[in-house]
């Protein structure tokens, strides 16, 4: 049975506990995501709090971070989503992100209703993926996929 948490508390102790394990056993999040047999971007999400895993991918993220049991059920309920607390996020990564959706929030949103019409981008049904390229000037990009479902609004 699925069982979902309302205080998420419990999931961010335990993300404190799992990224301290990641980093004392030297693990990358691709190694984590690859026993538990999702991908990267999908595990790394719930390990810090923002998934559920399914039980037998959940068990394997346990053991390969020497977690509890408990700790492997934990990571199968329904978190409370959403990771940045109140106002504007001061972590220099994340307020780029920040500031990327408040120059081109606008954009995204005119271009995605003139070519879907009025709706939304599912950030259920959806895929991510980040990249690192080679910069022709020199350096390295970012490839940053966000894929998701359309889903259009219906009249009622």
Partial sequence: MMHAQFDPAARQILAAK????KVRKDLSWQEIADA???SVAFVTAAVLGQHPLPE???RAVAEILGLEQEDATLLQTIPSRGSIPGGIPTDPTIY???EM???YGTTLKALVHEQF????ISAI?????VRKVADPE????????LDGKYLPTKPF
Avoid at 125 to 129: A, C, S, V
Wanted: aromatic share 10%; net charge negative; no cysteine.
């Fill in 96 to 98: 780029r992100f920040y």
């Fill in 56 to 58: 037998t991918s959940a």
């Fill in 101 to 103: 959706l408040q120059v």
């Fill in 18 to 21: 799992a990224v301290e394990a």
């Fill in 125 to 129: 049904n959806f895929k991510l993926d």
């Fill in 138 to 145: 020199g350096g390295e990009r970012a490839i940053i996929t």
């Fill in 117 to 120: 019409g009025d709706g939304i």
């Fill in 36 to 38: 538990a047999g999702l």
